[in-house]
């Protein structure tokens, strides 16, 4: 949710804003903007309403070594040149990512004070605050902001009087400054400077930092000195969508995440003991997620029942985090986020600490905010995941949950075969993939359909979901995912000759069921398509299209049969003539509620 940058050194402030915020652009694209000294004392400050390529071609020629940058995904003021980041006040610049809850307050008291303000942002009003509490200590001025603003808020900030500084403050959103010979980098995600250095100062909550090209000093929220932590950054090289976009690159991924997924998990003998140790002194296990994440939560919940006859509970995390849940110091809180910054997960994470229970958290980012709550941290190796869909870090989570499963389960037999259908993970994705041009063709088919329905009976109707997910997100058409056998109860009133139902048919025990419903589709003239790797089905439904995928067992056979779900909703993007990577009013990385 809005990205944030900053540089000080001796290139060109302005490239590598530009460069960091397209990197970051996953976080929000409505507006950008930026400001840098001209080496004169004076900040120039541009910004726009769109896209970073349009504030890239209206900032062309801005000199300075020393400046901020911010691409926004509006949560308050509608995006708009005015509304823009970076927002000034007297001698103060500052861009902002996550939400202040009392700038109403703050902003009336500034009023009364004969302030004025000249966007609807809340941001704004941290900008004027600062301007009036400033007597020559930026440092002191921020320690007053941070007593002052509720909510959270990660903030890179310009005084007139420091042209070769850029202030930095962090609560509970995320903020990084990479380290680098004689130069500084402050970013929302190391992932905007990671071609320069892997050396960084990850800020903890309520630390002020002052930024020149020699470094970082720290402060806590009192102006007191702190020592500086430089660590090594995790992130691996932000790749570029050489082709066709990051949501296509990222699918065509999936083979290599699952191979370095499965290889660290089972490398990493104290993890496994780890694993074993949290769950065998819990006796409750809950799983919690927000949007994709929760989707992989549902299916690890099917797997746990399955394979370990444990009973798992899994709840969206931005309802988790306000119903007091039963929850206690026998309990394992399972947290799964791929960017491992979603505030309804923190804060439902937070809630599990505070009741007593383990917290195990399943990210993609090693250094993310979630991870400094937990008592153990599984990691995806998905590499960096930049479109706003999530797609092969799903499959990832999914297999962390398949290889914890096999970790606990003293069936040896069953563990055995589990492992080899995950050595033969790699390999089953990249078979799959070879479904692509069908998947086109029925895109092309169905392009203009106003509703789609993806249906599923257990492992499947959770395939279902994700499925209906990723095509709302990146088409806009309206989907709904249902568990096939409850189509007739209510659904099927929908059913007409206009109506696409997309079956996943992955678990043999339900399979006739499934295609069972799928007649009831036809005899209302719906259009039906199968996703199965049972070739029987073919006879079972004479369906409008069928995608077979390679045969696999029925817990793996689900991270196959995702593939083409994901897909058919990249393509229907495509040829709806969306960009399937930048689907409006959403951003892959929700910092705030
Ligand atoms: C956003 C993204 C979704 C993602 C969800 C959870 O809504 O658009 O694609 O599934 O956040 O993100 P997380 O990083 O916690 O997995």
Same mark, same amino acid.
């Given at each position: 949710?809005? /990205?944030?940058?900053?540089?000080?050194?001796?290139?060109?402030?302005?490239?590598?804003?530009?460069?960091?915020?397209?990197?970051?652009?996953?976080?929000? %694209?409505?507006?950008?903007?930026?400001?840098?000294?001209?080496?004169?004392?004076?900040?120039?400050?541009?910004?726009?309403?769109?896209?970073?390529?349009?504030?890239?071609?209206?900032?062309? $020629?801005?000199? /300075?070594?020393?400046?901020?940058?911010?691409?926004?995904?509006?949560?308050?003021?509608?995006?708009?040149?005015?509304?823009?980041?970076?927002?000034?006040?007297?001698?103060?610049?500052?861009?902002?990512?996550?939400?202040?809850?009392?700038?109403?307050?703050?902003?009336?008291?500034?009023?009364?004070?004969?302030?004025?303000?000249?966007?609807?942002?809340?941001?704004?009003?941290?900008?004027?605050?600062?301007?009036?509490?400033?007597?020559?200590?930026?440092?002191?001025?921020?320690?007053?902001?941070?007593?002052?603003?509720?909510?959270?808020?990660?903030?890179?900030?310009?005084?007139?009087?420091?042209?070769?500084?850029?202030?930095?403050?962090?609560?509970?959103?995320?903020?990084?400054?990479?380290?680098?010979?004689?130069?500084?980098?402050?970013?929302?995600?190391?992932?905007?400077?990671?071609?320069?250095?892997?050396?960084?100062?990850?800020?903890?909550?309520?630390?002020?930092?002052?930024?020149?090209?020699? $470094?970082?000093?720290?402060?806590?929220?009192?102006?007191?000195?702190?020592?500086?932590?430089?660590?090594?950054?995790?992130?691996? %090289?932000?790749?570029?969508?050489?082709?066709?976009?990051?949501?296509?690159?990222?699918?065509?991924?999936?083979?290599?995440?699952?191979?370095?997924?499965?290889?660290?998990?089972?490398?990493?003998?104290?993890?496994?003991?780890?694993?074993?140790?949290?769950?065998?002194?819990?006796?409750?296990?809950?799983?919690? $997620?927000?949007?994709?994440? %929760?989707?992989?939560?549902?299916?690890?919940?099917?797997?746990?029942?399955?394979?370990?006859?444990?009973?798992?509970? =899994?709840?969206?995390?931005?309802?988790?985090?306000?119903?007091?849940?039963?929850?206690?110091?026998?309990?394992?809180?399972?947290?799964?986020?791929?960017?491992? @910054?979603?505030?309804?997960?923190?804060?439902?994470?937070?809630?599990?600490?505070?009741?007593?229970?383990?917290?195990?958290?399943?990210?993609?980012?090693?250094?993310?905010?979630?991870?400094?709550?937990?008592?153990?941290?599984?990691?995806?190796?998905? /590499?960096?995941? =930049?479109?706003?869909?999530?797609?092969?870090? %799903?499959?990832?989570?999914?297999?962390?949950?398949?290889?914890?499963?096999? =970790?606990?389960?003293?069936?040896?037999?069953?563990?055995?075969?589990?492992?080899?259908?995950?050595?033969?993970?790699?390999?089953?994705?990249?078979?799959?993939?070879?479904?692509?041009?069908?998947?086109?063709?029925?895109?092309?088919?169905?392009?203009?359909?106003?509703?789609?329905?993806?249906?599923?009976?257990?492992?499947?109707?959770?395939?279902?979901? @994700?499925?209906?997910?990723?095509?709302?997100?990146?088409?806009?058409?309206?989907?709904?995912?249902?568990?096939?056998?409850?189509?007739?109860? /209510?659904?099927?009133?929908?059913?007409?000759?206009?109506?696409? =139902?997309?079956?996943?048919?992955?678990?043999?025990?339900?399979?006739?069921?499934?295609?069972?419903?799928?007649?009831?589709?036809?005899?209302?003239?719906?259009?039906?398509?199968?996703?199965?790797?049972?070739?029987?089905?073919?006879?079972?439904?004479?369906?409008?299209?069928?995608?077979?995928?390679?045969?696999?067992?029925?817990?793996?056979?689900?991270?196959?049969?995702?593939?083409?779900?994901?897909?058919?909703?990249?393509?229907?993007?495509?040829?709806?003539?969306?960009?399937?990577?930048?689907?409006?009013?959403?951003?892959?990385?929700?910092?705030?509620?």
């Amino acid at each position: 949710m809005c /990205g944030i940058v900053g540089y000080i050194g001796k290139r060109r402030a302005r490239d590598y804003i530009i460069q960091g915020l397209k990197i970051l652009e996953y976080r929000g %694209y409505d507006s950008a903007g930026l400001a840098v000294f001209d080496g004169c004392g004076k900040i120039n400050c541009i910004k726009r309403a769109g896209y970073v390529s349009q504030l890239e071609s209206a900032t062309i $020629g801005t000199e /300075g070594n020393c400046g901020i940058g911010h691409t926004r995904w509006a949560t308050h003021g509608a995006p708009s040149d005015v509304n823009s980041h970076p927002h000034t006040c007297g001698k103060f610049t500052l861009v902002h990512n996550g939400i202040i809850e009392n700038f109403v307050s703050i902003k009336s008291q500034l009023a009364n004070k004969g302030k004025r303000f000249l966007t609807q942002t809340d941001s704004e009003a941290i900008a004027v605050f600062l301007d009036d509490v400033y007597d020559g200590d930026v440092i002191k001025a921020l320690s007053a902001a941070l007593k002052k603003l509720k909510g959270s808020f990660a903030l890179a900030i310009l005084c007139k009087d420091f042209p070769d500084k850029i202030f930095v403050v962090k609560k509970q959103s995320p903020l990084v400054v990479g380290i680098g010979d004689a130069e500084c980098f402050v970013a929302s995600d190391c992932m905007a400077f990671s071609q320069y250095t892997d050396k960084a100062v990850y800020l903890k909550d309520n630390e002020i930092g002052e930024v020149s090209s020699q $470094g970082i000093k720290l402060f806590d929220g009192n102006g007191n000195r702190k020592a500086v932590k430089i660590e090594k950054t995790a992130t691996e %090289y932000f790749a570029p969508a050489d082709c066709k976009s990051f949501m296509y690159k990222e699918i065509y991924e999936i083979p290599k995440a699952v191979q370095y997924t499965a290889e660290e998990f089972f490398a990493n003998d104290e993890k496994k003991l780890g694993v074993v140790d949290i769950f065998s002194k819990n006796d409750k296990v809950v799983m919690i $997620g927000c949007g994709t994440a %929760y989707n992989a939560c549902l299916v690890g919940k099917n797997i746990f029942e399955t394979v370990l006859r444990v009973p798992v509970e =899994v709840e969206l995390a931005s309802e988790f985090r306000y119903k007091n849940p039963i929850i206690d110091d026998k309990t394992v809180v399972v947290a799964v986020s791929q960017s491992g @910054e979603t505030a309804d997960t923190i804060a439902g994470v937070r809630l599990a600490k505070s009741k007593g229970a383990d917290v195990v958290v399943i990210t993609n980012v090693a250094h993310s905010s979630i991870t400094r709550y937990a008592d153990m941290v599984l990691h995806t190796k998905a /590499g960096a995941e =930049v479109a706003v869909a999530a797609t092969k870090s %799903y499959l990832t989570q999914i297999l962390l949950f398949l290889c914890v499963a096999t =970790v606990l389960s003293d069936d040896l037999k069953s563990v055995a075969a589990i492992k080899k259908e995950i050595e033969s993970l790699p390999q089953l994705t990249q078979k799959t993939l070879a479904l692509d041009e069908q998947v086109h063709k029925l895109a092309k088919e169905f392009c203009k359909k106003q509703s789609v329905f993806f249906i599923g009976r257990g492992l499947d109707y959770a395939l279902a979901l @994700e499925g209906t997910l990723k095509l709302k997100e990146v088409s806009y058409i309206h989907s709904e995912g249902f568990a096939s056998g409850e189509l007739k109860h /209510g659904t099927l009133a929908l059913i007409d000759k206009n109506a696409l =139902v997309i079956a996943v048919v992955t678990q043999r025990h339900v399979a006739e069921k499934t295609c069972n419903a799928l007649h009831e589709v036809q005899a209302r003239g719906g259009k039906v398509v199968i996703i199965t790797p049972f070739e029987k089905a073919k006879n079972d439904v004479e369906c409008d299209a069928f995608l077979q995928l390679p045969s696999s067992s029925g817990l793996i056979a689900p991270m196959s049969a995702i593939i083409p779900l994901q897909l058919f909703a990249y393509y229907m993007s495509i040829e709806r003539g969306i960009n399937p990577d930048k689907p409006r009013n959403l951003a892959k990385s929700v910092t705030v509620e």
